[in-house]
């Protein structure tokens, strides 16, 4: 990407000695030029701000910009946690809208709301309530982590409601958020019925199911022996053009560590669907996400895909 043109670059280019003023005018009468995307090898589909877990130290967004600028992250996403099953602070999105709003070009805001939560006027209330947060700016829902089942009526509620605003739902699901089974037949159920809606898949449960030969209790754990033909995850990916992953957190990077030549290849014949995540969330936080995907040597298509293009389109940033 080249480096826009400063002010005194441009006049000193100009022939004939143009004074400064005449320069000014003279890119006063310019059309502006098209805003591009920040400069960096990667956009992060999974951040937080603020402390997560009473284990961890708060992480501002100056911290978070700065740890950006040295791993090449060109903007992120930060997720609100809204359920008390989700982290031992809620994160709200009033809180993730605020934090983020004097640095947009950057940090990409979710929103988030509990399905428990009580409200009225049913799904046009619900879906009111997430508009205030796509107005003031989210551009997806999540982390979506409550302690209940992944297809719950009041989830489906939210998916409905996300769907017609066009908010991806990321969602963590193991044996306590978002529970589910093995192979996935809650979550297919969803893909099946919310067709609108995006849905981005994260967490030990979530990444367990890269294997066939699962148990449903392995749902809640970091499987490390070699992956096995049968795996929900393409089974399902295969089947619903709607469902993306998150390869965030130590649960993302097990799943590729766990076999690389797997990992390798699902990294590829995937790339259209898996989006560079990190669910950095606090000073000094290890991320093997940094290290693993420098080494794979993928593709420069699928690094391309992977690493920023399908958050932009997904997204839609500029």
């Known amino acids: 990407m080249q480096h826009p043109v400063t002010r005194r670059q441009f006049c000193r280019q100009l022939a004939g000695g143009i004074s400064a003023a005449v320069c000014s005018s003279q890119i006063a009468l310019q059309a502006a030029p098209a805003k591009e995307s920040p400069m960096g090898r990667y956009i992060d589909i999974h951040t937080h701000l603020g402390q997560t877990w009473n284990s961890t130290k708060p992480l501002s967004a100056k911290e978070l910009l700065g740890w950006m600028d040295a791993n090449d992250i060109a903007q ?5 946690l809204a359920s008390p099953e989700s982290s031992s602070y809620l994160l709200t999105p009033d809180f993730v809208l605020a934090e983020t709003k004097p640095h947009r070009d950057r940090l990409i805001p979710f929103c988030s709301i509990d399905p428990r939560t009580s409200y009225v006027h049913g799904r046009k209330g619900l879906t009111d309530m997430l508009r205030r947060y796509v107005d003031a700016g989210a551009k997806g829902f999540g982390e979506h982590k409550p302690g209940v089942k992944i297809n719950d009526p009041r989830n489906q509620a939210l998916y ?3 769907g017609e605003l066009e908010l991806p739902v990321l969602f ?3 044996n306590v958020r978002n529970t589910d089974q093995a192979g996935l037949p809650g979550l297919e159920e969803m893909l099946r019925t919310y067709t609108k809606t995006n849905f981005i898949g994260h967490a030990n449960g979530w990444w367990a199911s890269i294997s066939g030969g699962i148990t449903t209790d392995d749902l809640g754990k970091y499987p490390k022996t070699p992956v096995l033909p049968g795996g929900a995850i393409d089974r ?3 089947k619903y053009p709607n469902l993306y992953g998150d390869l965030s957190a130590g649960s993302g990077a097990n799943a590729i560590m766990r076999d690389l030549k797997f990992g390798r290849e699902f990294l590829i014949r ?4 898996l989006m560079f995540g990190t669910d950095f969330l606090s000073p000094g936080q290890d991320v093997p996400q940094l290290t693993l995907y420098r080494q ?3 593709p420069v298509e699928v690094q391309t895909k992977i690493f920023r293009g399908n958050a932009q389109r997904l997204l839609k940033l500029s």
């Open 76 to 80: 992120a996403v930060v997720l609100p």
């Open 160 to 162: 409905a409601a996300c």
């Open 172 to 174: 963590h699901l193991d």
């Open 236 to 238: 399902l990916m295969d």
């Open 270 to 273: 995937r790339a259209d669907r």
């Open 296 to 298: 794979l040597e993928l």
